[in-house]
């Protein structure tokens, strides 16, 4: 883009650093519902009596059906137009909500989580669409920070807000907060809003491509939740990861023989979308990794209470969110490359330090480290990702982007719960100390990947100016 042509892009959008603040709103909420509810699960079934399968699946319910459906998401925002998706998106999670709230039996309640899901699988990707097409240059680069750092800040203050929540006004509220949040955010985008037109009428969806890559990412999703419970050899858990690759292989000849297919296969082959979806992938499960693996630890192992347990996470997210601001300011100077490999080399370190040192005070320090380079990392996956995708790609690639950030969070429980069984069981030591030697060993591997596969910035041409 030339600066006479992101001149007029940005007085287009004068609130877009308003726009930023409401839209990250709404993504901090889809990100809360996953550790706030999680907080909250034993009130729960002590409540509506429900057993450890409901229990599990008012969790896994929302990952699946979010994950499942953001490919959607995206590609409807691309067709027609952003703002209309995000805002019935907020609609629909809102209502969602609302019901689940009420909920008075599993069925209730794991319904309603479903439509929590559906909803957040059109808000994150349309919503990151819109960013990426209102800010350019660095500017984006510091936008993509801000909502970067959201991932790891929602993680951590919803382990404290669902312990606060569940303790004064019962779990019914982990629910309902969102309700007047999701209203106020509404009201906000349908005034600050830009005109972002879609693709146009002639544009159609793909449905049975739609079809494909929802029970693709949905049969994936759901081996990786079983593989959590009945081990990575069970028949199930194995005929759901072959039923997920044979539907994926299905989709991708889908892709190519149709005239306007719900993503063009190309955009995948670009070495920096695969790239940014790398990183992402391995970000996400290595986040997940921390709070799980965290929270557990600080409990069973260290005997801190769930409100406690929040508390000490506070530090982990300022250090998120630190990691990101300045992965956002640094990422034009040193490139991607540089500042992934560096960001992954931290984070190992940081993994590596509770598997040899206990007590909770070294364990927050290490694992603050750790959460700091993996801030850092998320600027990392989007801006490479994003950064030469055109607008009317914008939202399938924010889909696609979504999809693996989902992805990568459920394999990250899925492995560490394996991994780590014996202590979540017992409380003893070995099994997080092989745990968070397991995440360290998996940062290093993705720095060395992300060494060969980020591509190298291209040097500005002499004299040209700066964007």
Known sequence: MTDQAQAAARSLHPQRWRLLGFLGAAQLMLILDVTVVAVALPQMGADLGLARDSLTWVVSAYTLAFGGLMLIGGRAADIWGPGRVVTTGLLIFTTASLVTGFASNAETLVGGRVAQGVGAALISPAALSTLVRIFHGEERNRALGVWSALGGVGAAIGVLLGGVLTAGLGWSWVFWINVPVGLVVVVALLRLMPPLPGSGPGTRLDVIGAVLVTAATGATTYALIDAGHRGWGSGRTMGLVGLGLVLYAVLAGWLRAVRQPLFEPRLLARRAVLAGTFVLFVTTALMVSVFFLGTFH???????????TGLLFLPVALATMIGAQLGGRLIGQAGGRRLGVAALVLAAA?????????????????????????????????????????PEDAGVASGVLSTF??????????????????????????????????AAAV?????????????APVPAPEGAAAR
């Open 443 to 455: 940062a290093l591997v993705g720095a060395a990947v992300t060494a060969a596969l980020i591509p």
């Open 350 to 390: 940081g993994l590596v330090v509770p598997a040899l040192a206990t007590g909770t005070v070294s364990t927050v320090v290490a694992v603050s480290v750790a959460a700091g380079g993996l801030g850092a990392l998320f600027v990392v996956a989007s801006v490479t990702a994003l950064a030469q995708v055109e």
């Open 298 to 308: 600080l409990q069973e192992r260290e005997g801190h209470g769930p409100l406690v």
């Open 405 to 438: 950030h989902e992805l990568g969070a459920t394999l990250g429980a899925a492995v560490m719960s394996g991994v780590a069984a014996a202590s979540l069981v017992t409380g003893s030591g070995a099994g997080f100390e092989r745990a968070y030697l397991v």
